[in-house]
């Protein structure tokens, strides 16, 4: 497998700015061939609340370090609820050491920021795992590998094969995405209620297969596209890090154009080559 990782924040805002966070495990360079399990942790800050930024990027870092020490996680059930449990946890003493560091520096939170953070933080979250399989897929294709994958909100997957989309997860229309996804909220401490709302899935890839990960933005305008094979061939224009600058200015093209609403976007790029 080869990974890819492009992150760019809306029109007009810094890559400090942006909501959009990932995190992939083992974190190889761009050309490294990932002949070992991996997993990925894509999240969406939700720009109405408080610290959306920090909460996407700990709780990316979290699933993906999660999936990769337990495979069971992305199969539902309790595996899942320990870890919305133990991902909620991590938010405390975050927050109380980001206080601390802004009473350091001479920028106390004001008393409306405490207001807003006592709402917490929210964002979606889609967390992959993907294994080789030494034997195979169980129809026989000798090169396979085996993925899970968990979604929460409306960030997506999609499965390439022969550069075609064959499954997207979770959403599967345009007319699904709307303005108030399921989200992961720092302080829901009903993790029950969060697993509820989870999706789980699996399947196989094979040689020559793709698995692209993307934020709501991107892949409503992948589903929305009246050429959805075109619209896959241009994606698939950018393949490395090298790219980011271009895969950049074509983003900002289709959003001058109207084709793709102006907020941050993540994709991850998996390709799959045969042994």
């Known amino acids: 497998m080869f990974i890819t990782q492009l992150v ?25 061939m990932v002949l070992e399990p991996f997993s990925a942790g894509v ?48 938010w405390e003493p975050w927050l109380a050491r980001y ?20 709402e917490g933080a929210y964002a979606t979250l889609l967390a992959v795992r993907v294994d080789p399989e030494p034997g195979g897929t169980p ?11 968990a979604a929460l909100g409306d ?17 599967t229309a345009v007319e699904e995405f709307g303005t108030t996804p399921d989200l992961f909220g720092s302080r829901n401490h009903d993790v029950g209620l969060l697993a509820r709302r989870t999706g789980f899935t699996e399947g196989w890839s094979d040689a020559g297969d793709k698995l692209l990960l993307m934020t709501d933005a991107l892949a409503a305008w992948l589903l929305s596209a009246p050429d959805q094979d ?11 890090p090298d790219d980011l600058g271009r895969f950049t200015n074509w983003l900002n093209d289709l959003r001058d154009r109207r084709h793709l609403r102006n907020d941050d976007v993540a994709f991850v790029r998996i390709d799959f080559e045969g042994r």
Not at 65 to 73: K, V
């Open 8 to 32: 760019v924040p809306k029109q007009g805002s810094t890559e400090a700015e942006c909501e959009d966070a990932v995190t992939v495990l083992p974190g190889h360079p761009h050309d490294h």
């Open 43 to 90: 999240c969406d800050g939700a720009t109405e609340s408080a610290l959306a930024k920090d909460w996407a990027r700990l709780l990316s870092r979290a699933a993906a370090e999660r999936a990769m020490r337990e495979p069971d996680l992305l199969a539902g059930g309790p595996a899942f609820a320990e870890f919305a449990s133990a991902a909620v946890e991590l």
């Open 230 to 240: 075109a619209a896959v061939r241009q994606l698939l224009e950018y393949a490395g």
């Open 155 to 171: 960030s997506c997957l999609f499965h390439l094969r022969d550069k075609r989309l064959v499954r997207t997860f979770p959403v």
């Open 139 to 149: 129809g026989g294709t000798a090169s396979a590998w085996r993925w899970r994958a």
């Open 99 to 118: 206080t601390q560091e802004r009473h350091d520096e001479g920028r106390p939170l004001k008393w409306y920021e405490h207001t807003k953070l006592a």
